[in-house]
T-cell receptor, first 109, second 114 residues
Framework: GQQVMQIPQYQHVQEGEDFTTYCNSS?????IQWYKQRPGGHPVFLIQ?????EVKKQKRLTFQFGEAKKNSSLHITATQTTDVGTYFC?????????FGTGTSLTVIP | DGGITQSPKYLFRKEGQNVTLSCEQN?????MYWYRQDPGQGLRLIYY???????QKGDIAEGYSVSREKKESFPLTVTSAQKNPTAFYLC?????????????FGSGTRLTVV
């Protein structure tokens, strides 16, 4: 069954609003990665989190890895139209990476 | 520039035909992967290869076959046994399968059964 769940599936925000997507695993992860896929494009690697409770920032993007290493989140502050796309998490169970179902972000100008 | 090249970008297949999707990388990566992407289902692993002349089934290998005769190349054949082949197929590579490395994806092949 699905190892990594991601919510919400879709999110529409007004430009300038914040956005958050959540990723939850049924098992403890050794690390988690985040990807962005623009409409009509392919996933592009954004970042990897390895340590329990780790927080990393990339400009307006903040990535967190839960203390139990079973969940993660991606938060975008003050969204812009260039943030449009689908954001995927990918959790490493030690045997295989499992991709979440993705959150499709629409930014309304 | 280093990267992964997938071809063709669009492919139409008649029912009962086998088709082969090409994937070539010049990143000198050891590990290569094939994923299938369907709306609302994320990416599902079809096959992966950690070294030349070796590959393993992923979660949805039925109806697909692969080969890894060269480090740079990992073609995927969609056989007539695959019941619902219409999908977006993504090839990816990583430096190796055990280190903390991200996936590099190709631009994908959109396969449609007509």
């Amino acid at each position: 069954g699905q190892q990594v769940m991601q919510i919400p599936q879709y999110q529409h925000v007004q430009e300038g609003e914040d956005f958050t997507t959540y990723c939850n695993s049924s098992t403890t992860l050794s690390n988690i990665q985040w990807y962005k896929q623009r409409p009509g494009g392919h996933p592009v690697f954004l970042i990897q989190l390895v340590k329990s409770g780790e927080v990393k920032k990339q400009k307006r993007l903040t990535f967190q890895f839960g203390e139990a290493k079973k969940n993660s989140s991606l938060h975008i502050t003050a969204t812009q139209t260039t943030d449009v796309g689908t954001y995927f998490c990918a959790g490493d169970t030690g045997n295989q990476f499992y991709f979440g179902t993705g959150t499709s972000l629409t930014v309304i100008p | 520039d280093g990267g992964i090249t997938q071809s063709p970008k669009y492919l139409f297949r008649k029912e009962g035909q086998n088709v082969t999707l090409s994937c070539e990388q010049n990143l000198n990566h050891d590990a290569m992967y094939w994923y299938r992407q369907d709306p609302g289902q994320g990416l599902r692993l079809i096959y992966y290869s950690q070294i030349v002349n070796d590959f393993q089934k992923g979660d949805i290998a039925e109806g697909y076959s692969v080969s890894r005769e060269k480090k740079e190349s990992f073609p995927l054949t969609v056989t007539s046994a695959q019941k619902n082949p219409t999908a977006f197929y993504l090839c990816a590579s990583r430096r190796d399968s055990v280190g903390n490395y991200g996936y590099t994806f190709g631009s994908g092949t959109r396969l449609t059964v007509v």
